[in-house]
């Protein structure tokens, strides 16, 4: 019998987990199902202030905040392609989608939430995920650093607000420190339960016995007392409804698909695993497209609730997404009462801990900034700033990303040399030498480098060592031919390569002579 055919040899190193495979993963052995389901357990705890809060701001009812964080958690799990990342209402959705609820109401509000998951579905299908590619590291560390910067602060009201009375303020305080004491203290001794849900539950059985009157959860907002249903949005299917919605839509599926992106490869470098980023993004269009049917308003990854499962917690498998959204929905229909008592000094010292783990403490360090390029470091400042300013991390990482393409065409631009080769007594020809990558940034000042006038009849440009990219230099090189022509004198371009060849039969005396 012929040797069967040799099988494909897994790479190992950047495992990608599949939906059933990483399921099937969590119950690999008691220690990872016990990681899994407390990771789930913590995570569903953090949700609920933060999607009623949410809520708040997109100005609906708390529970469509809590429903759509049990929605996406629950259907992201399944067709998401980054394990252990969580999805549920954030804050920069909130921002995009509130003017439809102000302006046209709930309905409206609804079924923007379903056409932006269509857009999504649609982007992940045609690759728009490859263009990660384009997003520099200092965009990167940008957004961790701002990330960081905005889960902080985002507690601040908790600790400065209004409900934060001088009769509780020290009170809050103290609880806060105890919280981060036993976060920082806990896994130096065990690990076997996550640190953060020790001190929720320290914390919240401290106040209930000692009758502390301070912010709970309760406070936040009301929580259901039933399961979601199905929601049908009211609206009429015609043009004038698709021009409103529509522009709103958009926005959303822009910048779920920009925070997903963005979180997921943030994941992938803290468990050195690879995720499929095109699966992700039509995953986070589906998730939001079941969200809205369940009257749900949307969302994309929370970075804050991701650290605290993948960072905090410990959590790899799909099993602690799943269980974060199930969780959250059996403890606010379930045992609101209990939830509702949970301080909210116990969360914020959790939320603290993540923006702490989650900066980049050694892209600030004095010997770091040193080293790194100024044009890196100001990338980076303009992601932060950006990004702090409008609470948007969309817009920090396009404008990181513009600043840098600027920067790096600056940089560029003055890297294409023209170089004189002939002898100073040569008066039959004269030979140039172009270096450099050649497009529209480099080529602009081509035009200036030759000596029109006082060149002899034959010009020989050397091009073995450029290299032509685009139209603008195919038209910048016309220009310098028609130049020369003016003045009766001849070109010949020499030395280009096969690809600055066909461009050049294409385009050239085609473009026009800029004159």
């Known amino acids: 019998m012929p040797d069967p055919a040799p099988q494909p040899v897994p790479v190992t190193g950047a495992p990608e987990a599949t939906a059933s495979g990483s399921f099937r993963a969590a119950f690999s052995s008691v220690k990872t199902l016990r990681t899994e389901v407390l990771a789930g357990l913590v995570v569903a705890l953090a949700l609920i202030p933060e999607a009623i809060a949410f809520s708040i701001i997109a100005g609906v009812d708390p529970r469509i905040g809590l429903f759509a964080a049990f929605t996406m958690a629950v259907t992201i799990s399944f067709v998401g392609g980054r394990p252990a990342m969580i999805s549920a209402a954030t804050g920069a959705v909130a921002l995009v989608i509130a003017p439809v609820a102000r302006d046209y109401g709930i309905e409206y509000f609804i079924a923007t939430v379903i056409l932006a998951g269509v857009f999504q579905v649609v982007l992940g299908l045609v690759g728009v ?5 384009f997003i520099p590291r200092s965009v990167m560390v940008g957004f961790v650093n701002a990330l960081a910067i905005l889960i902080f602060t985002s507690q601040l009201p908790h600790l400065f607000g209004d409900k934060v009375t001088g009769d509780n303020r020290w009170l809050i305080y103290g609880l806060v420190v105890v919280g981060l004491v036993v ?7 065990t690990k076997v339960i996550p640190a953060p849900l020790v001190a929720i539950v320290l914390l919240t059985a401290a106040t209930v ?24 949005p009211d609206v009429p299917l015609n043009l004038e409804t698709l021009q409103i919605i529509a522009p709103f839509a958009l926005a959303m599926a822009l ?3 920009i925070e997903s992106l963005l ?21 986070q269009g589906v998730a939001n497209v079941v969200t809205g049917f369940f009257g749900g308003m949307g969302g994309c990854a929370m970075i804050g609730q991701t650290m605290i499962n993948v960072k905090a917690s410990g959590a790899r498998t799909r099993l602690s997404t799943f269980l974060a959204g199930t969780f959250l929905l059996a403890l606010v229909v379930g045992f609101g009462d209990v939830v509702a008592t949970i301080p909210m000094a116990a969360l914020v010292a959790v939320m603290i801990m993540v923006s ?26 303009a992601t932060v700033v950006v990004t702090v300013a409008t609470h948007n991390l969309a817009y920090g ?6 600043v840098a393409a600027i920067l790096f065409l600056q940089r560029v631009s003055h890297l294409t040399t023209v170089t004189r080769l002939d002898a100073d007594d040569a008066d039959d ?5 172009v270096d450099g990558e050649l497009f529209f940034a480099s080529s602009n000042d081509l035009v200036y480098q030759f000596d029109y006038t006082a060149d002899p009849h034959r010009v020989v440009i050397d091009m073995s060592n450029a290299h032509v990219w685009d139209a603008s230099t195919v038209a910048a090189l016309d220009a310098v031919q028609h130049k020369y022509a003016q003045h009766g004198k001849t070109v010949e371009f020499r030395g280009l390569n096969p690809d600055s060849v066909q461009r050049l039969e294409r385009l050239a005396g085609n473009l026009g002579t800029g004159h």
């Open 255 to 257: 910048v779920g698909i």
């Open 263 to 283: 979180t997921a490869k943030l994941v992938d470098d803290i468990t050195d695993t690879h995720s499929n980023k095109t699966r992700e993004t039509w995953g």
């Open 209 to 232: 016995a000692a009758a502390i009157n301070v912010p709970t959860v309760g406070d936040e907002g009301a929580l259901p007392d039933s399961l979601p249903s199905l929601f049908f």
């Open 429 to 433: 020809e004269r030979v140039y030498a």
């Open 356 to 381: 702490v783990g989650t900066f980049d403490w050694h892209s600030i360090k004095p010997a770091t900034l040193k080293r790194m390029p100024k044009s890196e470091t100001a990338v980076m400042l």
């Open 129 to 133: 995920a490859k263009l990660m590619r």
């Open 183 to 189: 976060m920082v203290l806990l896994p130096r001794w």
């Open 397 to 402: 990482v396009l404008v990181g990303v513009v």
